[in-house]
């Protein structure tokens, strides 16, 4: 099996387009409950800033070698200083934001004690942008595209993405030959006609498709199949969490199974999963390939507590025992 290209992927431009995030952490010891409430009392030892949401997936990227392009709307508050701080900091550009006057910028507080989660506060505001705010984003948008080798569209429902928007980014990467990769919500599921690779997690693939019985991997490759048909798509990978990654595209299914993980946090795993899959694609990648190396990459992240970018040392030398 063909793996990465590591020379190729110093000179890989990703364009990333979906929400961002800051990621707040409390991280502290419980040594008994509330007298006030049946809840635990957590001694605050630290706390500390990471980058979430797409802003994440393009901390992946970056960590792989390639150059993210990171494009997104933030608020006009001290927690957008916070989040640019943070990319700074990553070495990843933050002038292709926009910021909007009466936004927040999302954060999401995690309270960890004793290294589990016990609570998760978020800020955030989810209505649509504006249209002068997505003209803005297009504008930026067209004068990058033409030298980017893939494109990834991270919605998590906060008010960027709309139909519109999707579709007419979509129709500007297949002028210039850019790969497309999704990383879908609910709302807007069904936007991505002519997209290459389609990434849903199986609950939002029976959400995605209304389907209130979707179990078998007989039962999700059916499920793929018509969606490939109905969008048009190249490829359609759906992650199942301890049962792997099923990867199809018109003519073939590729189905692989878990890797054996001590599992402490899932979270942000999914940011890596699509990173690791526009990367390879961008080198193309035979489509089994492309659900080896996500799958290995997801679980690596799902070892480490929070949100936390893929070790590219580690993925490459576990990566290089697949072959």
């Known amino acids: 099996m063909k793996l990465f290209d590591l020379d190729k992927i110093k000179?890989?431009?990703?364009?990333?387009?979906?929400?961002?995030?800051?990621?707040?952490?409390?991280?502290?010891?419980?040594?008994?409950?509330?007298?006030?409430?049946?809840?635990?009392?957590?001694e605050q030892r630290s706390q500390e800033y990471r980058l979430g949401g797409a802003a994440n997936v393009a901390l992946n990227i970056k960590a792989m070698g390639a150059t993210p392009l990171l494009f997104g709307v933030t608020g006009s508050d001290d927690d957008a200083l916070i989040l640019k701080k943070e990319l700074e900091k990553n070495q990843i550009s933050a002038l292709l934001l926009v910021e909007e006057l009466d936004r927040l910028t999302t954060v999401k507080t995690r309270i960890i004690g004793n290294n589990h989660q016990l609570l998760r506060v978020d800020k955030e505001v989810t209505h649509a942008i504006t249209e002068h705010t997505e003209s803005l984003l297009l504008e930026k948008l067209k004068s990058e595209i033409k030298t980017a080798d893939a494109l990834i569209f991270e919605?998590?429902?906060?008010?960027?993405?709309?139909?519109?928007?999707?579709q007419h980014i979509i129709s500007l990467c297949n002028e210039f030959n850019v790969p497309v990769i999704v990383d879908p919500k609910k709302s807007n599921f069904l936007a991505y006609s002519?997209?290459?690779l389609f990434k849903p997690n199986l609950k939002e693939l029976k959400e995605g498709l209304k389907l209130d019985k979707l179990d078998s991997l007989e039962e999700?490759?059916?499920?793929?199949?018509?969606?490939?048909?109905?969008?048009?798509?190249?490829?359609?990978?759906?992650?199942?969490?301890d049962r792997g990654v099923i990867i199809c595209d018109a003519q073939s299914?590729?189905?692989?199974?878990?890797?054996?993980?001590?599992?402490?946090?899932?979270?942000g795993a999914g940011d890596t999963v699509v990173s690791i899959a526009a990367l390879a694609i961008a080198q193309h990648l035979e489509p089994r390939a492309i659900a080896e190396l996500s799958n290995l990459a997801g679980g690596l992240v799902c070892e480490e507590v929070g949100v936390v970018p893929l070790n590219k040392n580690r993925f490459m030398d576990?990566?290089?025992?697949?072959i």
Do not use: C, W
């Open 194 to 196: 002519n997209a290459t």
């Open 253 to 267: 299914t590729h189905h692989v199974p878990a890797h054996l993980r001590k599992i402490a946090d899932v979270s």
């Open 220 to 241: 999700i490759e059916r499920a793929a199949k018509t969606l490939i048909q109905t969008l048009n798509l190249k490829y359609l990978m759906v992650t199942l969490s």
């Open 318 to 322: 576990e990566a290089n025992k697949l």
């Open 11 to 42: 000179d890989q431009r990703i364009i990333i387009v979906g929400d961002v995030m800051l990621d707040a952490y409390i991280f502290g010891h419980v040594h008994r409950l509330s007298p006030e409430a049946p809840v635990p009392i957590v």
């Open 155 to 166: 919605d998590y429902e906060k008010g960027l993405l709309n139909k519109n928007l999707i």
